[in-house]
């Protein structure tokens, strides 16, 4: 796994750590980078409530000088969620790419291929995104998806055939059990992202929470989401700028929202969704799929640590949001592009920058 130097998660442990929590005692050997210490530690149920005394305990013996600010260790907790496959937040450009929908087995499995090889020819952290219920389309004759159930079969698959983790959204507190059963991260949807009881049902599960900014609110705003989940005891947030409302039908990307929220967590840009034009073809909403590259190249430039982009083998036939969904075939040029951007903007972002927050 490539972890770029000056990357804070970097720094190692001086020396071996033991931790007494109940009967279990867990062991951190000298040199274990801090991301992946407190990785460890987060993992362990036992920690609960002494999560923050045990971080900043590992934040001292690593050997940071005393003027690193004080809640340093709780945002680099933030700055990492840690997966089955792998760790996002380890100063690598991650993706969560996939179809707005399942629209079929097959078209979700042939588009979950491509994903996989492209994942596997640039080592990218990829996060599989599809819904398995669109719950709130303009219309109500609009293709919604499989739903729960069949939904998180074909997510199930997608997972145990291509070894990838798996990202949908929820859109009532009665799903979130039965998703988070096979979800590696659950989505809180923009238009839900202030449903007290939906966004801690989500977090209560213990699961990675993907909060999307709502194109309603200001990016301080979030604040007030990310504490619901800190309420639970989850700190594995990702937080999604997805554009804001821009008069009617239309939306604008505030990109100093990237900089604003970063402080809060994990730090997504939506570059299909921030094209999207809401309920702009009467019936159903429209797009511009002209503007994701270059609002993903600027994103990137901006410092973000990750970027969703919904892509489809043919985005005219798409059955949601084909408009500002992207041809398959296009993401491995921007794929290359957007990682050589990252690679040279990498080395200013992060520690220095959110110290001026």
Same mark, same amino acid.
């Given at each position: ?47 609960? #409530? ?77 996060? /599989? ?9 303009? #219309? ?50 923009? /238009? ?88 702009? #073809? ?42 500002? #969904? ?32």
């Amino acid at each position: 796994m490539a972890i770029l130097p000056g990357v804070l998660g970097c720094r190692p442990l001086r020396r071996t750590v033991q931790v007494r929590l109940g009967t279990n005692t867990l062991r951190l050997p000298g040199g274990t980078p801090i991301l992946f210490a407190l990785a460890a530690l987060r993992s362990v149920p036992q920690a609960g #409530s002494q999560f923050r005394g045990l971080a900043t305990a590992i934040h001292e013996i690593s050997g940071l000088n005393s003027q690193a600010a004080a809640g340093e260790p709780e945002r680099l907790l933030m700055r990492s969620v840690a997966l089955d496959q792998f760790i996002i937040g380890d100063g690598r450009l991650f993706f969560i790419a996939g179809p707005c929908v399942i629209e079929s087995p097959e078209a979700t499995m042939a588009v979950a291929a491509d994903l996989s090889k492209l994942a596997d020819k640039w080592d990218l952290p990829l996060i /599989f995104k599809s819904s398995y219920d669109k719950a709130n389309r303009t #219309s109500h004759s609009s293709f919604r998806g499989p739903g729960l159930e069949e939904g998180l079969e074909i997510l199930a698959t997608v997972r145990r055939q291509f070894n990838l983790p798996v990202l949908s959204d929820v859109h009532s507190v009665a799903e979130v059990e039965r998703a988070a059963e096979v979800l590696d991260v659950i989505q809180i949807p923009a /238009f839900l992202c202030r449903q007290t009881d939906l966004v801690m049902a989500a977090a209560e599960t213990g699961k990675p929470v993907n909060l999307k900014k709502g194109q309603f609110l200001a990016p301080w705003d979030m604040a007030n989401v990310v504490a619901k989940v800190h309420a639970t005891g989850n700190q594995q947030i990702l937080l999604t700028e997805r554009g804001t409302t821009f008069g009617y039908n239309n939306l604008v990307v505030d990109m100093r929202s990237l900089h604003l929220m970063r402080q809060h967590g994990l730090i997504v840009f939506d570059a299909t969704h921030s094209v999207q034009l809401p309920g702009g #073809s009467g019936d159903r909403s429209g797009g511009d799929r002209r503007f994701v590259g270059p609002l993903a190249r600027a994103a990137v430039a901006a410092g973000v640590d990750g970027v969703f982009l919904e892509v489809h083998h043919n985005p005219e036939q798409a059955r949601c949001d084909g408009p500002n #969904s992207i041809p398959i075939a296009e993401m491995d040029d921007l794929v290359e592009i957007l990682l050589k951007i990252h690679a040279t903007v990498q080395p200013f972002v992060g520690e220095r920058e959110e110290r001026s927050l």
